[in-house]
């Protein structure tokens, strides 16, 4: 299982918020560190890359946006919001920054649980999965979590590969917003169908000309959005 080797970072400056957090991941067989300042979990992260980290929005210092944006410059790690914000301009901001889920405070620690293992769950993928998809000028692979595109390697967030593959192993078929937060999130992201439209509008601005390979990430109106290939 994941969970039995897996390192999992949290930083939050509310000593209970993170104390919580630690017993819960502890008791699922993680192992866990705990930092309540951003830039400490920053330079701790150097030194030893953790297997996720649980990242709470304000904090001083250093806030969460601030090592959302660090830790993407030179990882890929998944990442979870933690925080006690709320509204949908965090939640597209952390999405847009390359966090790969959203969890807001207060937390049922079954839930927590549960996301945290289907988070590694995909960015993990079990040994002899060797899962890639190649079409002209593209390739993908989930065993690696890798994608090249026009020869060049394309830096993309776990969860951004992740929709991007399942699309183009279902060429052409049509899904939902839903369907795609169920498919590859594993859960209803509160019901929020924007963390949808926010990673296909990060997907396009990293393949741009793909048309001309005959394949492309097309939008149904009213409905949702496909791999298209002619």
Same mark, same amino acid.
Not at 174 to 191: C, I, K, N, P, S
């Given at each position: 299982?994941?969970?039995? +080797?897996?390192?999992?970072?949290?930083?939050?400056?509310?000593?209970?918020?993170?104390?919580?957090?630690?017993? #819960?991941?502890?008791?699922?067989?993680?192992?866990?560190?705990?930092?309540? /300042?951003?830039?400490?979990?920053?330079?701790?992260? /150097?030194?030893?890359?953790?297997?996720?980290? @649980?990242?709470?929005?304000?904090?001083?210092?250093?806030?969460?946006?601030?090592? #959302?944006?660090?830790?993407?410059? @030179? $990882?890929? @790690?998944?990442?979870?919001?933690?925080?006690?914000?709320?509204?949908?301009?965090? +939640?597209?901001?952390?999405?847009?920054?390359?966090?790969?889920?959203?969890?807001?405070?207060?937390?049922?620690?079954?839930?927590?649980?549960?996301?945290? +293992?289907? *988070?590694? /769950?995909?960015? !993990? &993928? $079990?040994?002899?999965?060797?899962?890639?998809?190649?079409?002209?000028?593209?390739?993908? $692979?989930?065993?690696?979590?890798?994608?090249?595109?026009?020869?060049?390697? *394309?830096? !993309?967030? &776990?969860?951004?590969?992740?929709?991007?593959?399942? %699309?183009?192993?279902?060429?052409?078929?049509?899904?939902?917003?839903?369907? %795609?937060?169920?498919?590859?999130?594993?859960?209803?992201?509160?019901?929020?169908?924007?963390?949808?439209?926010?990673?296909?509008?990060?997907?396009?601005? +990293?393949?741009?000309? #793909?048309?001309?390979?005959?394949?492309?990430? /097309?939008? *149904?109106? $009213?409905?949702?959005?496909?791999?298209?290939?002619?």
């Amino acid at each position: 299982m994941a969970n039995e +080797k897996s390192f999992i970072m949290v930083v939050d400056d509310d000593p209970n918020i993170a104390g919580l957090v630690e017993l #819960c991941l502890k008791k699922e067989g993680y192992e866990v560190q705990t930092f309540s /300042r951003g830039d400490t979990a920053l330079e701790a992260f /150097r030194q030893n890359p953790p297997q996720m980290m @649980i990242l709470d929005i304000m904090m001083p210092g250093m806030d969460g946006w601030q090592v #959302c944006r660090s830790v993407r410059q @030179i $990882s890929q @790690i998944p990442i979870i919001m933690l925080t006690a914000k709320g509204e949908t301009f965090d +939640k597209v901001l952390g999405l847009e920054l390359g966090a790969d889920d959203y969890i807001t405070k207060p937390f049922d620690n079954k839930e927590l649980a549960a996301r945290v +293992k289907a *988070v590694l /769950r995909r960015t !993990m &993928p $079990s040994e002899g999965e060797k899962n890639t998809l190649s079409f002209p000028g593209l390739t993908v $692979s989930l065993e690696k979590y890798e994608v090249y595109y026009q020869g060049k390697a *394309v830096e !993309m967030p &776990p969860k951004e590969l992740e929709v991007l593959y399942f %699309l183009a192993s279902h060429q052409n078929r049509v899904f939902t917003r839903e369907q %795609l937060l169920e498919q590859v999130w594993g859960f209803d992201f509160f019901g929020d169908s924007r963390t949808v439209d926010v990673h296909i509008k990060r997907l396009r601005e +990293k393949l741009i000309g #793909c048309e001309e390979y005959g394949w492309q990430i /097309r939008t *149904v109106w $009213s409905v949702g959005y496909k791999f298209e290939v002619k």
